[in-house]
């Protein structure tokens, strides 16, 4: 009987269209998977791509509106694969189609107070919880602002030479009598990075709370310092806001506190349970791929992140979070006219083997962590699935496009985390994207500290995106454009980097950042605009290229040189520098002048264009009554001979509009105009325009 079933069901299968099969929430399984008899899963429709032996046109999986709940991730293998002439599509049918890694959370019971209380079943444990498509806040302490953290201490013994693991606070910030003490969270912020920990235990009379895990390291930039801040998150004893929840998981006891208006009846509440949704799982060793797939106008959703006993520490973009949809060994794969909204982690990785992907015209917001994770980065970084060799030609990756999309409001649980990182990884393009809300950088390109070769990061192009709202005060060390190591032929042009600020008190709110050992890089025809500590700054690097760029009032400096190197360090060349305050329009280390600065266009609204060098070279600062040098004495030392001091004549800059009028004097230093109004998607955001604004997390 058994074999008579599975041959009809093959004959069912057969029936189908040759090349499209459908999917709906009111399907079958067990049915053909026509547009009459569809499926119920999108991993059924899978098997039946699978069955199929003639594939001379593209083989199209149609689903239909409707939540998909999965039980396990959507993985392809190499046997999924479709080939050129005919890829395999799955595709939304015109309608909204949800594919969640959640569960429904519906039978709800209320209490006196009139909370909401679920029983959640066994195993399932979540950090985030998702309601009428927003994330919703755990209690937090303070509601608003931050602790300062009292007291530096050494490591525990078990700790002293991985990290730190204690700290010193002040009067009741922490209590050892709190409930479920070890399911509380601590986020402390460092410089670049913040660390979130379990507490294991609380000294109340010297008032010292010790984490269940450590840093990744005992660096300055990764200690718990004294007057850093922190907050509390997910204490049992402050809940009581509405919209806040808390998840008893002793109890099993989900509790959510209704906002006005809310009724389990028209309140929609997930709680996600699957860390990935998709995963594309190719083969490098073996040398096969997945290959020609693609996924079209769907909508990923509700991916998982929770804290284990080891907390959550990386040096530098969260990139250790993990992905809703992470690749290996994938290549021509195409994920297109879709969203991937409330993740744990990144939305996607491409990590080793990937070459040729597209992403294109896809919404992703309300990131735990970031947008886009290309390459891998050596020992720093283990992907899920498969493994980077240096020594493997086939598992670099190569070539990924990352076009006309929305990455936006990211960092929700880490906020290092960043709209696009690449790592060890060459030939990508990311252009005309709208990358904002985030509390760390923009997008990074490179993961070598130095000069080391060969580069492992080369011929990548970063255009026409529009990326602004960074750092919003909280973390510190971040650009709009952030750079590392040897990357021959990388260029980035006509972006707009704008509004960029790091900790009040703080530093390192940056436009273009080219930090250490940044080789080859070129940065021309980018609007740069309101930043905190500089247009742009290089820490140390050699024969990058910044030139013909627009850089606008940055607060502290214009330009920054943090170290002198024997090389070429930078040219900067034919950009207007137009700041309305009093600061000065180079800062740092330019004491040896090994460095080429001509043609440029610089303009004070309010004083004069000085130039602070003081402490690095004496012989010049006596010139000047304020310790910096005025743009002649600046000539005299060979710098700028060619520029000038002149209003460049925006059309009106107060208004955020930079374009030159005709007869603006930056034709004099050779600079060519460009339009700005061409940075940023082109294509609209249609998936989640609807979708209720995304909370901060911690400003």
């Not at 991730?73 to 395999?88: C, I, M, N, Q, R």
């Not at 007291?151 to 700790?159: I, M």
Request: with cysteine; glycine share 10%; proline share 4%.
């Amino acid at each position: 009987m058994r074999i008579c079933a599975l041959m009809v069901c093959l004959l069912l299968v057969r029936a189908a269209s040759g090349a499209e099969f459908f999917v709906a929430t009111n399907g079958d399984d067990t049915q053909a998977g026509t547009a009459d008899q569809p499926f119920a899963t999108i991993a059924r429709a899978q098997r039946a791509v699978r069955e199929m032996k003639e594939r001379d046109d593209p083989i199209i999986v149609t689903i239909r509106g409707g939540t998909y709940f999965l039980d396990e991730p959507l993985t392809f293998e190499p046997a999924d694969s479709g080939t050129e002439k005919s890829p395999v599509i799955y595709q939304a049918a015109g309608e909204r189609v949800v594919i969640s890694g959640g569960i429904a959370v519906t039978s709800w019971t209320a209490d006196e107070r009139g909370w909401w209380h679920a029983a959640m079943p066994e195993g399932v444990y979540f950090g985030e919880l998702f309601v009428n498509d927003q994330r919703a806040p755990r209690p937090r302490m303070p509601a608003k602002g931050y602790y300062r953290i009292a007291q530096t201490l050494e490591p525990t013994e078990a700790n002293r030479k991985r990290g730190a693991d204690r700290f010193g606070f002040s009067n009741e910030e922490i209590r050892g009598d709190w409930a479920a003490l070890s399911d509380v969270e601590v986020i402390s912020f460092h410089r670049w990075t913040a660390s979130r920990m379990r507490i294991a235990s609380v000294d109340a009379d010297q008032h010292i709370v010790t984490f269940t895990g450590p840093t990744r390291s005992t660096a300055d930039w990764c200690i718990y310092e004294k007057n850093h801040r922190y907050l509390v998150e997910n204490v049992r004893e402050a809940l009581g806001q509405p919209g806040q929840w808390y998840f008893d998981r002793a109890k099993r006891d989900l509790i959510y506190i209704p906002r006005e208006g809310q009724t389990p009846a028209n309140t929609s509440v997930i709680a996600p349970r699957l860390e990935q949704l998709v995963v594309f799982k190719g083969d490098v060793k073996q040398r096969k791929w997945v290959e020609h797939i693609g996924l079209r106008g769907l909508i990923f959703a509700h991916s998982n992140w929770t804290l284990n006993d080891g907390g959550e520490s990386f040096p530098q973009a969260a990139i250790n979070m993990g992905e809703a949809i992470a690749a290996t060994g994938a290549r021509h794969v195409t994920i297109s006219d879709g969203a991937i909204v409330h993740t744990g982690g990144y939305a996607i990785g491409f990590g080793a083997g990937c070459r040729e992907n597209t992403v294109e015209r896809c919404e992703m917001v309300d990131l735990g962590a970031g947008g886009v994770k290309i390459g891998n980065a050596g020992g720093a970084h283990t992907w899920p699935i498969g493994g980077y060799d240096p020594n493997d030609d086939e598992s670099r990756v190569e070539k990924i496009r990352v076009s006309e999309c929305t990455i936006a409001h990211g960092g929700r649980i880490d906020p290092a985390a960043i709209g696009v990182w690449i790592g060890f990884a060459s030939h990508n393009t990311i252009e005309h994207n709208d990358i904002f809300d985030f509390y760390y950088s923009g997008l990074s390109v490179g993961w070598t500290w130095g000069y080391a070769e060969p580069s492992r990061t080369h011929d990548n192009e970063v255009a026409f995106n529009d990326v602004h709202t960074l750092g919003q005060g909280v973390l510190n060390d971040m650009g709009g454009i952030y750079t590392l190591g040897v990357s021959p032929n990388t260029r980035i042009h006509h972006n707009i980097f704008r509004d960029i600020y790091c900790e009040a008190g703080g530093y390192g709110g940056w436009g273009l950042y080219t930090d250490e050992g940044s080789t080859g890089v070129v940065m021309d025809h980018n609007l740069v605009y309101n930043t905190s500590s500089g247009s742009f700054h290089q820490h140390y690097g050699k024969d990058n290229v910044i030139a013909n760029n627009i850089l606008v009032n940055s607060r502290d400096w214009q330009l920054r040189r943090s170290r002198s190197e024997d090389h070429r360090s930078f040219t900067i060349t034919h950009n207007i520098i137009y700041w309305t305050n009093g600061s000065t329009a180079v800062s740092g280390n330019w004491a040896n002048d090994h460095y080429d600065i001509d043609a440029n266009l610089y303009f004070n609204t309010v004083g004069p264009v000085r130039f602070d060098i003081k402490g690095f070279a004496p012989r010049d600062v006596t010139k000047s009554t304020d310790g910096t040098l005025s743009f002649e004495e600046w000539q005299q030392r060979g710098h700028d001979t060619h520029s000038i001091v002149a209003d460049p004549l925006f059309v009106d800059a107060a208004a955020g509009d930079f374009h030159l009028k005709p007869d603006s004097p930056a034709t004099k230093i050779g600079f060519e105009p460009f339009d700005s109004a061409q940075a940023g998607r082109t294509t609209p955001v249609t998936l989640t325009k609807d979708m209720p604004p995304v909370p901060a997390s911690f400003e």
